[in-house]
């Protein structure tokens, strides 16, 4: 099993950044890649980010590319997401997933195995 949480939530302005973290532990020599996903009230969760186990490759969805940045830190079982610019539209829970099947990346929820319990995003006008 692995078990993820997420960290570096919290209120930002629009515009602002904020970090979140997601630390791994268990077995993470079992994960293949990671990413980040984020629910908004009443909606449905969506893919934001994912990233390859050795971070060599990345995905974005189109609604955060060129703001967002997924990174790892495989020596401290930590994946980022660096939000630059963030808008009225980004407040949401964010969370990290993990796939322990497959190398290549997915952008589909089900095709991730462990979730965190997610952290809170919200930006002010």
């Known amino acids: 099993q692995v078990q993820l949480v997420e960290s570096g939530g919290g209120l930002v302005q629009a515009g602002g950044s904020l970090r979140l973290s997601c630390a791994a532990s268990?077995?993470?020599?079992?994960?293949?890649?990671m990413g980040w996903f984020r629910q908004a009230p009443g909606k449905e969760r969506e893919f934001v980010a994912a990233?390859?186990?050795?971070?060599?490759?990345?995905y974005y969805a189109d609604s955060v590319k060129g703001r967002f940045t997924i990174s790892r830190d495989n020596a401290k079982n930590t994946m980022y997401l660096q939000m630059n610019s963030l808008k009225p539209e980004d407040p949401a829970v964010y969370y990290c997933?993990?796939?322990?099947?497959?190398?290549?990346?997915?952008?589909?929820?089900?095709?991730?195995?462990?979730w965190g319990q997610g952290t809170q995003v919200t930006v002010s006008s």
């Open positions: 268990g077995r993470t020599f079992s994960i293949y890649y």
């Open positions: 997933a993990a796939n322990s099947r497959s190398y290549i990346l997915s952008y589909y929820s089900y095709e991730y195995d462990y």
């Open positions: 990233i390859s186990w050795n971070g060599a490759s990345t």
